[in-house]
C-alpha cells in the first residue's frame, strides 16, 4: 500500500470561497492507495473508541484503522474470491460480504479488532447461495437480505442470523418480484431495487414465507439501482448517464409520490451510484464526480451542500471513479472508495471530513397578476447563480443554493413583464416569493391564423394552415423541434399570398424524417419587422419496421438499445448466449415511435451475445460482444 497524507490549511474550511468551486464542505485528511487492486464497496465499523473502515477491494475485504484520518493503517486483508464486486454489511461485531466472485456469505469476527488475527469462514445456511451483487440487514430485526445472487433470478434472499450471527440459517426468498439489484430493509418493509425493470417495489416481510407486495414506482433513468429511507422519504439512484438522485414520499405505498430529483453536476452526464442518508444528508458516491452531499430536510426541494472530487482529472459519463462512500462513524468523517486511480488498477480509500451545512430554500408561486391563474412554465433565476428552476402545472416552484445573502431574483413568462427583486436568504431557512406578472398588451398583429395543423405522412410530416385576413405578412418561416430538445430549426419559408381580406391556405411538405417524436411551429414575420408564433404542433413519425441498433459494441457492462418501431407496442427485451439460450428474465419496454433503453451485460462473462425484440410477429436480432 502507499499512503498520501495532506496538510490541511483552515481556509478550506470557509463556505463562501469555495461556493462554486470544485469542492465545497468537504476537505480531504488523507488516501491510501492498494497496488494492483481495485475497489467496490466500502463500510465501516466502530469499537473501543476506534473506527474501522472496511474496504471491499479485488481479492478480499481489507480493514483500515481510520481513528487518526491524517494517519489511515491497513491492519489485515481477509482473502476473497477474485471480483470486481463486493459489498459489505455489518451486525453485531460481525462483517458480512458477498461478491459476484463466489464464496457464497463470508462472515468474519470483527471482536479482536484492532488485532489482525480474525476469524471468519462462508456459510450459505443450506441455502445453495454462492454469489451476490449485494446486501442489506435490517437493523430493526436482525434479518439479513442478500441481492443478485444466483439463486432465483436474483430474487432477494432472507438469512436469520440472530440466533447465531456467525452461522445465519434460510429463510426463503422473495418469489413474486423479479432479480433485485440492491435494496433496503428496515422493520419487515423491504425497499427492492429492480435495476432492468427500472423501478422499485416495496414488500411487507413480517411473514418471511408470505411476504406481500405494498406497491411499485418507476424511476427517472429506467434503471433502479439503489435505494436509501429516512422518515417517510425514499431515495433511489440510477446507473446511467445524466442520472438523477431522487426521493418519494413512500408514507403511503400504495400511493408512492415524486417529490424531487437532483444532479450535481447538470449537463455533464455523470452517474449517480449509491447513496446514504444520515440526519437527513442524502450522501452520495457519484462516480467521476466524487461525493456528493445533498440536503433533503425539504425532500421536495433538494439542494446541493457538500461535493469532493475524488476523480479530479475525469469527469462526465463513465463508470469510473468514486463507487461507494460511508458516512456513519461517531467522529463525522467519511470514507469512500474509489474503483482505481485513473490510468492504473490501483485502488485508493480516501478518508474524508465534512461540514454538514442546511441549504437556503426558496419556494413561491407564479401567476398572473390579472387573472390569478398560475404561469406553468414561468423561469425562475436567482441571479449570478447556476440556479434556475420552472414553475410546475400550479404556477408553484422549489430551489435552493448553500450560499447565503441577498441575491437578486429574475422570472420571466412569454407575453409578459420581467420581474426583478431581492431576497434575503439563509441557512435553514425557508423564503417564500411569490410573484404576479404583469401581462404585455401589444396591438393586434396583421395576420389572424385560424387554424395550424400537422401531420404524419409517410416519412414526412405534412403541415397545413389557414389565415382569415392579412395585412403587411410577409410569409411564414417553418421551425422544427426533434425529440424533446425545445432546440428549434428552421425548415423552411413560405412567402405570403393573402390579398389582406380573403382567406389564404398553405401547405408545407417537410424532408423525409428520422423515426421519433417532432414539434412544428410558425413564426409569422410582417413586412414591418415585427413577428409572431403560432401554437406548436407535435408529430410522431414511426419506423417501417421493427429496428434495432445497440451501442457501444463491443461493451464492458452498460449499453443501450436504440429500438424503433412501426407502431406503438410492448416490445419484450431478452438476452440470449451464443447457444441461442436466454441468460434472464425478459424486459418488457412500452415503445411508441422510439425508445432508448439502457442494458447491463456486467453481469455476464466475456462472449458473443445475442439482443432478441419481440413484438407481435416480428422479431429483431443484433449481436454484441461482451468483453
Not at 118 to 130: D, P, Q
Not at 251 to 258: H, Q
Not at 294 to 320: C, H, M, Q, W
Not at 400 to 413: A, D, I, K, M
Request: charged letters at 15%; aromatic letters at 10%; a negative charge.
Amino acid at each position: 500500500m502507499i499512503r498520501h497524507i495532506h496538510i490541511l490549511l483552515l481556509c478550506c474550511l470557509l463556505v463562501s470561497t469555495a461556493l462554486f468551486s470544485q469542492n465545497l464542505n468537504i476537505i480531504e485528511r488523507s488516501t491510501m492507495t492498494f497496488p494492483g487492486q481495485q475497489l467496490a464497496n466500502i463500510w465501516g465499523y466502530t469499537a473501543g473508541g476506534n473506527e474501522y473502515a472496511l474496504v471491499g477491494a479485488a481479492n478480499g475485504m481489507i480493514v483500515v484503522n481510520v481513528t487518526n484520518p491524517d494517519n489511515p493503517t491497513q491492519i489485515v486483508q481477509i482473502p476473497g474470491p477474485a471480483s470486481s464486486w463486493r459489498e459489505i454489511k455489518t451486525y453485531s461485531h460481525y462483517a458480512y460480504v458477498v461478491s459476484e466472485g463466489g464464496g457464497q456469505i463470508q462472515i468474519i469476527n470483527l471482536t479482536n479488532l484492532p488485532n489482525n488475527n480474525l476469524a471468519y469462514h462462508s456459510v450459505n445456511g443450506g441455502s445453495g447461495l454462492t454469489s451476490g451483487h449485494a446486501l442489506h440487514i435490517d437493523e430493526t430485526t436482525g434479518y439479513l437480505y442478500v441481492y443478485g445472487s444466483n439463486l432465483n433470478g436474483g430474487r432477494a434472499q432472507v438469512f436469520n442470523p440472530n440466533a447465531d450471527p456467525y452461522n445465519p440459517t434460510y429463510s426463503g426468498f422473495v418469489n413474486f418480484v423479479g432479480y433485485v439489484h440492491d435494496g433496503f430493509v428496515d422493520n419487515d418493509l423491504l425497499y427492492a431495487g429492480h435495476i432492468y425493470a427500472g423501478q422499485f417495489s416495496i414488500v411487507n416481510m413480517t411473514n418471511k414465507s408470505n411476504p406481500v407486495l405494498l406497491g411499485t414506482q418507476s424511476t427517472p433513468g429506467a434503471f433502479t439501482h439503489n435505494t436509501w429511507k429516512s422518515g417517510n422519504t425514499l431515495f433511489t439512484t440510477d446507473e446511467v448517464s445524466y442520472s438523477f438522485l431522487t426521493a418519494y414520499d413512500v408514507s403511503d405505498p400504495g400511493d408512492i409520490t415524486f417529490l424531487d430529483k437532483i444532479q450535481v453536476t447538470p449537463g455533464s452526464g455523470s452517474i449517480v451510484h449509491n447513496t446514504h442518508v444520515i440526519d437527513d444528508y442524502a450522501v452520495t458516491s457519484w462516480y467521476k464526480d466524487g461525493v456528493a452531499i445533498i440536503d433533503g430536510s425539504r425532500p421536495a426541494n433538494l439542494v446541493k451542500v457538500g461535493l469532493f472530487d475524488t476523480y479530479p482529472n475525469g469527469s462526465g459519463s463513465g463508470f469510473e471513479g468514486c463507487w461507494g462512500v460511508y458516512p456513519y462513524f461517531p467522529s463525522g468523517n467519511i470514507v469512500a472508495s474509489n474503483i482505481k486511480v485513473q490510468g492504473t488498477s490501483d485502488g485508493q480509500l480516501w478518508v474524508l471530513t465534512p461540514t454538514y451545512t442546511r441549504g437556503c430554500y426558496l419556494e413561491g408561486q407564479v401567476t398572473a397578476a390579472a387573472s390569478g391563474q398560475p404561469l406553468t412554465g414561468a423561469t425562475i433565476e436567482i441571479q449570478n447563480t447556476p440556479n434556475f428552476e420552472y414553475a410546475n402545472a400550479t404556477g408553484e416552484y422549489k430551489m435552493g443554493q448553500v450560499e447565503s445573502g441577498v441575491f437578486t431574483v429574475l422570472v420571466n413568462y412569454p407575453g409578459y413583464y420581467q420581474y426583478s427583486g431581492q431576497v434575503t436568504l439563509s441557512n435553514g431557512v425557508l423564503t417564500t416569493l411569490n410573484v404576479a406578472l404583469i401581462q404585455i398588451i401589444k396591438s393586434p398583429l396583421p395576420v389572424e391564423l385560424v387554424r395550424f395543423d400537422a401531420r404524419a405522412d409517410g416519412q414526412k410530416a405534412l403541415l397545413s394552415w389557414e389565415t382569415a385576413s392579412e395585412t403587411g405578412n410577409a410569409g411564414f418561416e417553418i421551425q422544427q423541434s426533434a425529440g424533446n430538445t425545445q432546440q428549434w430549426e428552421v425548415l423552411g419559408f413560405v412567402p405570403a399570398k393573402g390579398d389582406g381580406t380573403s382567406p389564404a391556405r398553405y401547405e408545407f411538405a417537410t424532408p423525409d424524417l428520422a423515426p421519433g417524436y417532432y414539434t412544428f411551429r410558425l413564426r409569422q414575420l410582417d413586412l414591418d419587422g415585427r413577428h409572431t408564433f403560432s401554437p406548436a404542433r407535435q408529430v410522431t413519425i414511426f419506423a417501417s419496421s421493427l429496428q434495432l441498433s445497440v451501442s457501444p459494441n463491443p461493451v464492458d457492462d452498460l449499453c443501450r438499445l436504440r429500438i424503433q418501431s412501426a407502431r406503438p407496442a410492448k416490445i419484450e427485451v431478452e438476452i440470449l448466449d451464443a447457444l441461442g439460450q436466454a441468460t434472464g428474465l425478459p424486459l418488457q419496454v412500452e415503445v411508441d415511435a422510439e425508445a432508448d433503453i439502457p442494458l447491463s451485460l456486467g453481469h455476464l462473462p466475456a462472449g458473443i451475445y445475442y439482443i432478441l425484440l419481440r413484438s407481435g410477429q416480428e422479431r429483431v436480432r443484433k449481436p454484441v460482444v461482451k468483453n
